[in-house]
């Protein structure tokens, strides 16, 4: 009887952590994607370089829809987000810029460093994603949902000069 207490809860509770894995991403969101890639760009300055996210939906989207991240490759960004021509298009660009603007200034006398910029630490993210998988996050009278998209087209490098 132990043993079929036992067995029974761990399937309860196997089944509660499933429906909660699946349930974190809408199967249906309020949007329709119509095209979504990922293309590698680089910049005029030396190392200055990262990834394009870019989703296009058919539509434009109600007013009590905002776009807030992009997930993608083990990073998140916050979107941009525009409007042409009765369509929406989500942006979200990922930087890996070796490029420093200032050099470090690293002194024995502290007010010497005052200028120095505090490193940005990435964060791990809360989802686990296959390569070219994406996540776009988003809020509905402020309750955000999340939409997993899966393996993303690789578009043509961009140059900036």
Request: glycine share 6%.
């Amino acid at each position: 009887m132990k043993t079929l207490t036992s067995i029974t809860l761990s399937v309860i509770t196997l089944i509660m952590f499933t429906q909660c894995a699946s349930s974190q991403f809408d199967k249906k969101p309020p949007f329709t994607v119509d095209n979504a890639k990922h293309q590698k760009w680089v910049g005029g300055k030396p190392g200055s370089n990262g990834t394009l996210v870019n989703i296009e939906l058919t539509e434009t989207v109600a007013n009590n829809i905002s776009f807030d991240s992009i997930y993608f490759n083990g990073e998140a960004v916050k979107v941009s987000v525009s409007s042409l021509n009765g369509k929406t298009t989500i942006s979200g660009r990922f930087s890996t810029n070796s490029y420093k603007d200032r050099p470090l200034i690293i002194d024995s006398d502290p007010k010497k460093e005052f200028g120095n910029k505090a490193p940005i630490l990435s964060q791990k993210i809360p989802f686990e994603l296959a390569k070219n998988e994406c996540v776009i996050s988003y809020t509905i009278n402020n309750k955000k949902h999340y939409y997993k998209l899966g393996e993303l087209k690789k578009g043509k490098m961009i140059i900036h000069q």
